[in-house]
């Protein structure tokens, strides 16, 4: 562990000086201890606020580890000690763990509330059912019962009651007291008469897709669960925290890459290598990734960062995923080549002990026993990297913890499980007995199980856990004492005699109780009986000894050298910054790094940004460097880059906010005057820097910005294909928001292609690099590789976890094709219906007139289409079509659109029964004329907002925002006038950023 | 520690890991301050810890999702895995399917469509096509009624058409003679609708109604005669007039089996009767009964399981009537009498004895050794357990879920060996 024991290869003195110098690490510097070890609690997490969702397979993870290797192994020469421990050996406390029972016992009442019992689903009220998940891995409901928590509720099969939801219930909180973090879950009894389907739930079907909620799909789901034949039901309900938002599961080896506080590599934490001995404790044999979890902790009293929780224990026990386990499970892997070998050659009549195991029949139980267990041979179902590298002291770790359980906690747990056979019950608290005590017969003898050194009385006392827990009678114990030297790890003798001693106390000499303070002294304990050794170190200070750290050696350990590694370049991404990327960054990280008290480099200030701000300052500058000006004479402007002389703030992800405020950079622009006409009337002042993009042929004025872009009205667009700058400025011309669209801004397809979306300008998402790399080559992929990429953010959360769905507007019936209702919101409310609920396109494009032709634009062309009425419908069918595929049809209108308001009293909102999901402004002729598409201009609608004379009455407005799951949706402006008596649509905008 | 951690974090790809730089490049790149390299050395190991954290998030990268996943799980949370070998979920395109055609020509294999999720679950239908090598092929079609199922009942229709051209004739009776194989076209299809009600627990009465239309014509098996230059003649067999039936009958089956599709425990034991009815010629109506047992009889946790089958299928026809060649009762081939090859014996009555001794090798894998005894007779009367045919062997059962998807059975007759590779259980 020291650098002295590392081997070199020759290198001259520099470099000698230069290793050194990268060694900046205490170990590597060979300082064994720091002044506040052993540290308890791991430092305060880094903020995460962009890690993304991402599924795994357990299919594939299994193949994975059953015919290859992940993560990594133990080398030949020697063994990987565990991270994320202090040099106690304890695992520090945090996201992954925090030691519970074993550190402070835990009453019979705090080890049945396991995670919380505070919370369950209210028995009096009636449950709304969301979602019915009939296939995949895990079936059940997701139910609301009006409070802020939703509660996926898990059953029995019909032919083992009680067996699988009570072993979620009791190995649940065995492993919250064993440390982990788990979900609470909640054992409830229900009729069905308590459930209804929710108005705006979803049914999951076969083919994958959401439909909406009937009670006759719960009923589909309930008929293949266990039940009391009376209606009744029991189930498990995992209760999922209005606070948390899922990220899915962790992966058992490797780190998540876009977590800063994941820094140690799975398959070495002790606290997974330790669930090894937990799990056979409690017959976890599916133990994987998919029982695992991510999260983001939300809480205000709490820096978002990620926490990792283990969730499924519907497989533990004697319980199976769907029927009991199977003979093999917990004695041999679903697929090991000896083990299959043997049983192939036994012909059928060689057979193993597991094979005949007598198991009482207990429904609600499985198979479950604790007479043949052996802990060393337990096996999971699929091998994991951290059970495969577990060490003795792993297994000592989490030895200890399961013997701190009694008979009488045991039994506080298991009776959790609520069984209605007290036989069942018993045999579960005998199996969980029985295989705890030979966890601690077989692992308190694979180390010297020492612990709890202390200096009592001039003598080393220590517990020594075979002794307490009665499996060996007391034992005789030497002591050698040493001085430990902090910087090198050497230990050096201490000129006394070995001391000895039994009963867990050892005299201590005089040197060692009158040593300096600041000084280290090591204790290395034998027992005669023992080939193994435990060393423990003290840290002498003015108030006596404190113990600063424990080693367990065990017969036969090497510690394995640090691996042989040449020296590698290291991907610093501000060092690939351009001069002129650098020369617009420097000033800013410096202001910022300032403000935040801290005195950081711009390249050390760049290392501290998000993910999704390092990228986004890279493609948006890229771009605007990649872009040359030019006048139309052919004279030269510049580069685009050249317009923006500060950085006012990076803007990366941020979940919850509207596509026009992420992913982008606040700028300050250049200073000379120049004005414009504002929408409003007002004459602005403007930078030199927009005249220059007004004099450039690669920009061009873009319609005003309205809705979006709040503070920067006018929008100025980089001319030809996609991708394409924006900028987007002050009325002052001083700042502005410059970003990359990545798709169309045209109506009708913004609706649907994501521009109003982060995933318009966010690099990472979807194909955006490569249309990038088409217009502006150069820009590094650093974040991407070949087999992954980054999820679109339009991507529908998981349907398990979607907030309660909003009380949906009565709706009245469906009106029969061609109806023309008397009054506007009504056609607005069953042109919308039809369209976004009913998916009746052609219901739907019967309220177009035809003189709504003219606002298709199929293209990016900046010229309005000439396209025939039967080509217009054509084209109008595919996009509202493509719009209903993208967003999926909706249960209700409330679901799918959401009213806003407009920003000119000029139209007038007239109250209505939808107007929870629509606006209807009156227009005045003269707007709705300059509103008609084939004469639609900002000129000309200021023009007419100019007059204060205004005719009302024969024209409509209706506006709303078309809703998707995470995002803020397209917004529709619609103009609605009678034609041969029936209220049409005339005109429309897609009003995008 | 930290050298590991360094270590794992190159493996783990977040630091840079292109090798053969020489370390003159590092040195120079610290000596411009670096940030990864530069920090100082820690005081506490609250403040190594940061420096990790630090150097960790100077290199993030996004979480990223492999598009297999997102495909594997796609398919699993839809029940595609089990869907594709019982009824329940995996709506959606199947592929590749295999197996599901008559044996003898050449493996098969399809591209399906399945939805069950039509009309708020109350319609299915799934829809196969497949062919092998040897040009078979096979289309069906399956409609599930599910708005006239409940737990008791169920109805169904099932329409197929199907082209064997390499199917095999030796003659009649047990006598038949191995070089006088021939070989034929069989190329039929067939609609039948079909209604299940559960009387009482595991009884349960089906009842089918349908017509078969079939056509027959030389084989294109190599080396083999095709049958209308062969040594038989077949007077009177059904190849010389092109026959459609209406067919009609009824199941009764008492079926305890603990998982159909891969048994351990239970019983299954039903009698079928089928009248057809030559609607073309009026010269191939008969009826046929078939009657079988099979019992699994599990030990030692369900890793061993004794499986037996007992099974009669017989045919009779009015005097002026025969059952033609195609529809002839046979044993050989894949299911029954295993060591011989497909369609060895035909005659209008079969019965079949089998025994296996399965084991478990590991969840995926199930050996089996067995043992099959039958005979084809002309008579029913004759139907005895004198001058039985055997034949015996070792087998794979490959299993997805417990169910077996694939199965590999070596089989050695009075005639040789023989490897059987399909993609069903025997029983």
Redesign the interface.
């Known amino acids: 562990m020291c650098s002295s024991e590392r081997t070199v290869m020759p290198m001259t003195a520099m470099f000698l000086v230069i290793l050194l110098l990268v060694s900046g690490t205490a170990e590597l510097f060979g300082q064994k201890f720091f002044p506040n070890d052993p540290l308890v609690n791991e430092p305060e997490p880094y903020r995460v606020d962009d890690a993304s969702p991402r599924p795994l397979s357990g299919l594939i993870d299994y193949f994975e580890n059953a015919f290859g290797e992940q993560g990594e192994r133990h080398p030949s020469g020697g063994v990987i000690e565990a991270l994320g421990v202090n040099t106690l050996g304890e695992v520090m406390e945090g996201s992954w763990y925090n030691l519970r029972h074993y550190r402070t016992r835990m009453s019979p009442a705090e080890l049945a509330r396991g995670a919380g019992n505070e919370n369950p689903p209210d028995p009096n009220a009636s449950w709304e059912v969301l979602t019915v998940k009939r296939f995949g891995t895990r079936t059940g409901l997701l139910i609301s019962d009006g409070s802020d928590s939703l509660y996926f509720l898990r059953f029995d099969v019909p032919r083992q009651p009680e067996m699988m939801t009570g072993a979620q219930v009791v190995s649940g909180k065995f492993f919250w007291a064993l440390g982990y973090w788990t979900t609470q879950d909640y054992l409830v009894n229900f009729n069905r008469s308590q459930l209804q389907a929710s108005e705006g739930g979803k049914d999951i079907t076969s083919i994958g897709k959401t439909r909406p909620l009937q009670e006759e799909d719960i009923d589909a789901l309930l008929n293949n669960v266990a039940s009391d034949g009376r209606g009744g039901y029991r189930a498990v309900a995992h209760r999922i925290a209005a606070e948390a938002r899922l990220l899915g599961p962790f992966q058992l080896f490797g780190t998540r890459s876009d977590d800063p506080n994941d820094i140690f590599p799975h398959e070495h934490r002790r606290e997974l290598r330790g669930l090894r001995v937990f799990s056979a404790w409690l017959n976890h044999v599916y133990m994987s990734t998919l029982a695992t979890m991510d999260g983001v902790a939300a809480r205000p009293d709490t820096t978002p960062h990620l926490f990792h929780l283990l969730i499924d224990f519907i497989g533990t026990l004697g319980s199976g995923y769907g029927q009991i386990k199977s003979a093999y499970e917990g004695y041999e892997p679903a697929f090991g080549w000896m083990s299959s070998l043997q049983n192939l050659a036994g012909m059928g009549v060689y057979s193993k002990p597991w094979m005949r195991v007598n198991y009482p029949k207990h429904r609600s139980v499985g198979r479950f026993e604790y007479e043949l267990f052996d802990p060393e041979e337990w096996h999971s179902v699929a091998p994991l990297v951290p059970f495969d590298n577990m060490l003795p002291d792993d297994a000592f770790w989490a030895a200890r913890q399961v013997m701190a359980f009694t008979d009488a906690d045991i039994r506080a747990i298991v009776a959790t499980g609520e069984y209605s056979d007290p036989a069942a019950e018993e045999w579960i608290v005998r199996c969980l007995s029985g295989r705890r005590d030979k966890i601690g017969q077989v692992y308190f003898n694979k180390v010297l199980p020492l612990e709890k050194f202390r200096i009592e009385g001039g003598e080393l006392a220590f517990d020594d856990l075979a002794v307490v827990h009665g499996l060996i009678g007391s034992r005789t114990y030497s002591v050698t004492w040493g001085a430990l030297d902090n910087l090198t790890g050497q230990i050096r003798p201490i000129n006394v005699n070995r001391v000895s001693g039994t009963m867990m106390t050892v005299p201590a000499p005089e040197i060692v109780a009158g040593a300096d303070p600041g000084r280290y002294l090591s204790a290395t304990i034998a027992a005669t009986d023992s080939p193994h050794e435990v060393v423990a170190y003290f840290r002498t200070s003015e108030n006596g000894l404190n113990l600063a750290g424990i080693e367990h050696h065990w017969e036969g350990k090497v510690v394995a050298p640090p691996a042989e590694e040449e020296t590698e370049e290291i991907v610093s991404r501000y060092n690939e910054l351009t001069p002129t990327q650098r020369e617009l960054f420097d000033p800013y990280a410096v202001a910022q790094s300032a403000a935040a008290g801290k005195n950081e480099t711009p390249d050390e200030y760049f290392g501290t940004l998000r993910l999704s701000e390092r990228t986004t300052f890279e493609a948006v500058t890229h771009a605007l460097e990649e872009t040359s000006l030019t006048a139309e004479d052919g004279t030269s402007l510049g580069i685009a880059l050249d317009q923006v002389v500060a950085i006012e703030r990076i803007a990366g992800a941020y979940l919850n906010r509207g596509g026009d405020a992420q992913f982008r950079v606040y700028v300050k622009l250049k200073d000379t005057a120049y004005t414009v006409t504002h929408p409003s009337g007002l004459e602005c002042y403007l930078s030199d820097r927009v005249h220059t993009l007004e004099k450039s042929t690669e920009f061009f004025r873009d319609k005003d910005n309205t809705v979006f872009h709040a503070g920067y009205p006018f929008s100025y667009r980089q001319t030809g294909k996609l991708p394409n700058i924006q900028f987007s400025m002050s009325e002052d011309g001083l700042s502005g928001d410059v970003d990359v669209d990545y798709r169309s801004s045209k109506s009708p397809q913004a609706l649907w292609n994501g521009h109003l979306t982060a995933s318009n300008s966010d690099i990472r998402a979807g194909k955006n690099y490569v249309l990038h790399d088409l217009r502006w080559a150069g820009l590094v992929d650093w974040w991407l590789d070949y087999f992954g990429k980054v999820p679109e953010y339009h991507v529908q959360r998981p349907d398990l976890f979607v907030a309660p769905p909003e009380t949906p507007t009565p709706l009245p019936p469906d009106r029969p094709y061609g109806a023309s209702p008397a009054l506007v919101q009504d056609a607005a409310q069953e042109w919308l219906t039809d369209w976004l609920v009913r998916g009746n396109i052609d219901e739907a494009i019967a309220f177009m007139s035809a003189q709504a032709k003219s606002c298709l634009n199929v293209d990016d062309r900046e010229r309005l289409e000439q396209m025939s009425l039967a080509d217009a419908k054509a084209h109008l069918q595919m996009s509202m079509s493509s719009l209903v595929d993208v967003l999926g049809l909706k249960a209700n209108l409330t679901e799918a659109v959401d009213a806003i308001l407009p920003w000119s009293e000029v139209v007038p909102v007239r109250e209505h029964e939808f107007d929870g999901e629509f606006t209807l402004v009156e227009v005045p002729d003269s707007v709705a004329a300059a509103f008609r598409c084939e004469v639609r201009s900002d000129e000309g609608l200021r023009d007419v907002l100019e007059n204060k004379e205004f005719q009302y009455g024969n024209y409509f407005g209706t506006m709303f925002r078309l809703k998707d799951d995470r995002n803020q949706g397209g917004v529709l402006s619609v103009l609605w006038a009678k034609e041969d008596g029936a209220w049409k649509i005339v005109s429309w905008e897609a009003v995008t950023d | 520690?930290?050298?590991?951690?360094?270590?794992?974090?190159?493996?783990?790809?977040?630091?840079?890991?292109?090798?053969?730089?020489?370390?003159l490049?590092?040195?120079l790149?610290?000596l411009s301050?670096?940030?990864?390299?530069?920090?100082?050395?820690?005081?506490?190991?609250?403040q190594?810890?940061?420096?990790?954290?630090?150097e960790?998030?100077?290199?993030?990268?996004?979480?990223?999702?492999?598009?297999?996943?997102?495909f594997?799980?796609?398919m699993?949370?839809?029940?595609m895995?089990s869907?594709r070998l019982d009824t329940?979920?995996?709506?959606?395109l199947q592929f590749p399917v295999f197996g599901g055609m008559r044996s003898g020509n050449g493996f098969s294999i399809g591209v399906g469509y399945r939805?069950?999720?039509l009309w708020?679950?109350r319609l299915g239908v799934r829809m196969v096509a497949r062919g092998t090598g040897a040009h078979a092929y096979k289309l069906d079609a399956q409609v599930d009624l599910n708005a006239l199922r409940n737990?008791r009942g169920h109805v169904d229709l099932y329409a197929a058409y199907e082209n064997s051209p390499r199917m095999d004739f030796y003659g009649f009776g047990p006598d038949s003679k191995k070089e006088d194989r021939a070989s034929y076209r069989l190329e039929d299809t067939a609609v039948d609708l079909r209604g299940s009600y559960r009387l009482a627990g595991p009884l349960a009465l089906q009842a089918r109604v349908g017509a078969l239309f079939v056509n027959t014509g030389p084989g294109t098996r190599p080396d083999v005669t095709p049958i209308p230059d062969g040594p038989e003649q077949l007077p009177g067999s059904g190849l010389e007039e092109q026959s459609n039936f209406l067919r009609y009958g009824a199941d009764l089956r008492f079926d305890y089996r603990d998982n159909p599709g891969g048994p351990k425990v239970g019983g299954n034991y039903y009698l079928n009767w089928t009248h057809y009815r030559d609607q073309t010629t009026d010269r191939h109506s008969f009826d046929q009964l078939a009657m079988a047992i099979e019992q699994y009889v599990p030990y030692?946790?369900?890793?061993?399981v004794i499986a037996l089958r007992a099974g009669v299928t017989m045919t009779s026809a009015s005097p002026d009537q025969t059952v033609p060649f195609y529809l002839l009762p046979t044993l050989g081939g894949n299911e029954f009498l295993r060591g011989f090859g497909w369609y060895r014996f035909s005659d209008e009555n079969m019965m079949i004895l089998t025994a296996e001794?399965?084991?478990?090798?590991?969840?995926?894998?199930e050996?089996a050794?067995f043992l099959d005894a039958g005979k084809v007779a002309p008579r029913a009367q004759v139907l005895n357990f004198s001058d039985l045919e055997y034949t015996g062997g070792v087998g794979l059962r490959f299993k997805i879920n417990e169910i077996v998807f694939m199965r590999i059975d070596q089989g050695v007759s009075r005639e040789g060996y023989r490897m059987a590779w399909t993609f069903s259980n025997v029983f």
């Open positions: 520690m930290i050298d590991r951690v360094f270590k794992a974090l190159r493996q783990a790809q977040l630091i840079g890991a292109k090798r053969g730089r020489s370390l490049v590092v040195g790149s610290l301050g670096s940030t990864l390299w530069a920090q100082a050395a820690p005081t506490s190991r609250t190594q810890l940061e420096n990790l954290r630090l960790k998030n100077a290199t993030l990268w996004p979480e990223r999702t492999s598009p297999v996943v997102e594997v799980e796609g699993v949370e839809r029940g895995l869907g329940s979920g995996g709506s959606g939805r069950l999720d708020r679950d737990d030692f946790n369900k890793t061993r001794h399965r084991w478990h090798v590991f969840p995926g894998l050996a050794l």
